[in-house]
């Protein structure tokens, strides 16, 4: 009953950029933090960045300067630019957001991942 859906994803060289976006869908009460994590294979799932409802956001200390997360509360959507790509950044992307389906419940959730290729 709650959709998340990542686009954006793809192949770009080093020091290229991409814009993700996630769409939340559903029956949903409210959407408060909402994220962007990745996993590369062979290694753990991390945070990439995150943002509140308030906008408050918080990012892993090497994607800063080079990423921006944003957004729309409206649309229940949220946007990771990211810049001056690195190979390292590879991985696959996955949205998370933490949906209010009442008043009381909060559940999380993820979106399927898209992939983004960091290489020459």
């Known amino acids: 009953q709650v959709q998340v859906v990542e686009s954006g994803g793809g192949s770009v060289q080093p020091g290229g950029s991409l814009r993700l976006s996630c769409a939340t869908s559903?029956?949903?009460?409210?959407?408060?933090?909402m994220g962007w994590y990745r996993q590369a294979p062979g290694k753990q799932r991390e945070l990439v960045a995150s943002?509140?409802?308030?906008?408050?956001?918080n990012y892993a200390e090497h994607v800063k300067g080079r990423f921006t997360i944003s957004r729309d509360n409206a649309k229940n959507t949220v946007y990771l630019q990211m810049n001056s790509l690195k190979p390292e950044d590879t991985a696959v992307y996955y949205c998370?957001?933490?949906?209010?389906?009442?008043?009381?419940?909060?559940?999380?959730?993820w979106g399927q991942g898209t992939q983004v290729t960091v290489s020459s």
């Open positions: 998370h957001a933490a949906v209010g389906r009442t008043s009381y419940l909060v559940d999380d959730y």
């Open positions: 559903g029956i949903i009460f409210r959407v408060n933090t």
């Open positions: 943002i509140t409802s308030g906008l408050t956001t």
